[in-house]
C-alpha cells in the first residue's frame, strides 16, 4: 500500500503476548521498518519468577509488574493493545480477537509472533481449580494470598482442636520451582514472621505438605542439587510426599495414592496448585489453521527459524514453542523473542535470514529459604548462601524497569533481615462486577424486574475466608 508521500507503508508486525518473549520481541524491532502491534489480554509485562513472594507477603503486585506502555512508550513504532486473541486467518493473514467487555477486534498482519505462554494444568481435572488455584498470573496470586492469610485468620477464631489442625494444614502439589519456592515460603512465615502475632493459633505449628509424582524435588536441577533441595527443605519443616499422585481436591483436602496404589485423605485448609502447564487454547487455532505440529504439552512444533513449516510469516517463542526439548524459562523466552524480532528485522530491510536459533544457557535458580538457594549454570552448581546469591543477581537482573528493581532490594532487605512482610493485605470480598473482563457484561436487572434468560447478580465472596460447600469428586489420575 502507497502512503501519502509516495512511499509503501512499513510492514505490519503482530506479537501476541507481553511476557519476556513478546516484550524483548517488540524491543528488538524498535527501529526497524515495521509497525508493530502488541496484544495482550492484560496490560502489563508480568515478572512470574516471583510470584510466589507477592503471594506470601514479600512483594506486591506493582513491584513485580510493569505496564506495557510504560515499558514501550520509547519504542514509537510499536502499540500496545489490550485484547485477547481468540483465533486466526491465516489466508488472510488477520487475527481474530475480543475486547475487554465482548467487543470483536481484528489485527492485519504481514509476520505474527507467537508468545502466548502456558497456562496452568490439572491433568485432565479441570474440576480441581475452584479448590486448588494455579500461580500464573496477578489474579491466581492474590486469591492465594487470601487463601494463605485467611488460614491464620480462621485458626486464630476456631475452638475446634480439628478445626484449627486442617486450617493451619497447607498441601501444594507440585515439587517444580514454584511449588517447592511457595512451600518454603509458607513455612518461613508461619516460623518467623507470624509466630509472635497470634493469641490463640500456633502458626509454627504449621504443616505444609509438598506432594509430587516423581521420586525427587527440582528434579531438572540434577540429583546432586535436588538432594540438597530435599536437605534443606527437610530441616526447614516441608513434609516431602514424592511418588504421589492427587486423585481428589475438595473443600476440605485432598487424596492421594501413592507408588504403592494405596489412597490416603489428607485434611487440609488450603490446597494449592503448582504442577503442570499446558498450551492455551489459542494454540490448537493455531495448529489447526496451518497444519502445524503440536507435542504432548500442546506446544508448538517450530523450525529451527521458529518459524511455523509452510509458514514463514508466523514464528513462534518461548515457553509456545517445541523446539529441542527447550525448557519453558524466562531466558529461553527472551532469547527466542530477540532472535525472532532480529529475524524480521532483517527481512524487512532486505538483508538476508538470520542462522537457526541457539540457545545460550545463563543458569537456573530456585530459592528455598532465606539465604539457601541452588543454582544451576552449565557445569556449576552451587547451593546454600552461594546459590542464594546466584538467585538474587539473576532475579534483580531480569526484572523489569529501575523502579522495581530498587524497590524489590530494599523489600528483600526488611523481610530477610527483620522478618517483616508488608505485603499483606487481601480482600474479603470480590473486586468488581465480571468474573473475567473479555465476557459480556449483562446489566443487572432492576428491583421488581425478571432478569433475561441467563442473566445472574455479580458474584460475592463469603466476609471472612469462610470454609466452601464441601464437594465429593472421586476420580482416577
Do not use: C
Request: proline share 6%; no cysteine.
Amino acid at each position: 500500500m502507497a502512503d501519502a508521500g509516495g512511499g509503501r507503508d512499513p510492514r505490519r508486525v503482530v506479537i501476541i503476548g507481553g511476557g519476556f518473549g513478546g516484550l524483548f520481541a517488540a524491543r528488538a524491532l524498535s527501529r526497524a521498518p515495521v509497525s508493530v502491534t502488541l496484544v495482550d489480554r492484560a496490560h502489563h509485562h508480568l515478572f512470574q519468577p516471583l510470584l510466589y513472594q507477592v503471594a506470601t507477603g514479600i512483594l506486591s503486585e506493582g513491584q513485580i509488574a510493569a505496564p506495557l506502555r510504560s515499558v514501550l512508550k520509547k519504542h514509537k513504532n510499536v502499540q500496545s493493545v489490550m485484547a485477547e486473541v481468540t483465533g486466526i486467518d491465516v489466508d488472510g493473514r488477520r487475527l481474530i480477537a475480543i475486547r475487554p467487555g465482548g467487543g470483536r477486534i481484528e489485527f492485519p498482519y504481514d509476520d505474527l509472533i507467537v508468545a502466548a505462554g502456558m497456562r496452568q494444568s490439572y491433568f485432565g481435572h479441570d474440576e480441581f481449580a475452584q479448590f486448588a488455584p494455579g500461580m500464573k498470573s496477578i489474579s491466581d496470586v492474590l486469591t492465594i494470598r487470601r487463601r494463605v492469610f485467611g488460614a491464620f485468620e480462621m485458626a486464630e477464631t476456631s475452638d475446634d482442636p480439628a478445626e484449627r489442625r486442617r486450617w493451619l494444614t497447607f498441601a501444594l502439589v507440585g515439587a517444580g520451582p514454584t511449588g517447592v519456592e511457595l512451600a518454603g515460603q509458607i513455612r518461613e512465615l508461619a516460623t518467623k514472621t507470624l509466630r509472635a502475632e497470634y493469641r490463640s493459633a500456633k502458626p509454627e505449628e504449621a504443616r505444609v505438605l509438598l506432594f509430587d509424582g516423581g521420586s525427587a524435588p527440582l528434579a531438572t536441577f540434577g540429583q546432586k542439587l535436588s538432594g540438597k533441595a530435599e536437605q534443606a527443605l527437610t530441616e526447614l519443616g516441608v513434609e516431602m510426599h514424592m511418588g504421589s499422585i492427587v486423585t481428589d481436591v475438595d473443600a476440605t483436602g485432598l487424596a492421594v495414592r501413592d507408588h504403592e496404589g494405596a489412597t490416603t485423605r489428607y485434611e487440609a485448609g488450603t490446597v494449592l496448585w503448582t504442577a503442570g502447564v499446558e498450551a492455551p487454547a489459542f494454540a490448537k487455532e493455531l495448529a489447526d489453521a496451518t497444519g502445524a505440529e503440536r507435542d504432548r504439552a500442546g506446544r508448538i512444533v517450530v523450525r529451527p527459524d521458529l518459524t511455523i513449516p509452510g509458514h514463514p510469516e508466523i514464528s513462534v517463542i518461548g515457553d509456545l514453542m517445541s523446539l529441542n526439548k527447550l525448557p519453558g524459562v524466562a531466558e529461553v523466552a527472551m532469547q527466542s523473542g530477540l532472535y525472532a524480532g532480529h529475524r524480521i528485522r532483517r527481512r524487512a530491510e532486505g538483508l538476508d535470514s538470520a542462522k537457526p536459533f541457539r540457545y545460550h544457557d545463563l543458569g537456573s535458580a530456585a530459592y528455598i529459604a532465606r539465604g539457601n538457594a541452588i543454582m544451576s549454570a552449565g557445569p556449576l552448581q552451587i547451593s546454600g548462601m552461594p546459590g542464594w546469591f546466584g538467585w538474587l543477581f539473576i532475579h534483580i537482573a531480569f526484572l523489569t524497569g529501575y523502579r522495581n528493581r530498587l524497590g524489590a532490594i530494599l523489600t528483600w532487605w526488611t523481610a530477610f533481615t527483620r522478618d517483616r512482610r508488608r505485603e499483606r493485605a487481601f480482600t474479603t470480598r470480590e473486586v468488581g462486577v465480571v468474573a473475567d473482563v473479555y465476557r459480556p457484561v449483562i446489566p443487572a436487572a432492576r428491583p421488581g424486574e425478571q432478569a433475561a434468560p441467563g442473566q445472574s447478580a455479580a458474584p460475592v465472596e463469603p466476609a471472612a475466608p469462610a470454609q466452601p460447600k464441601r464437594t465429593r469428586r472421586r476420580t482416577g489420575s
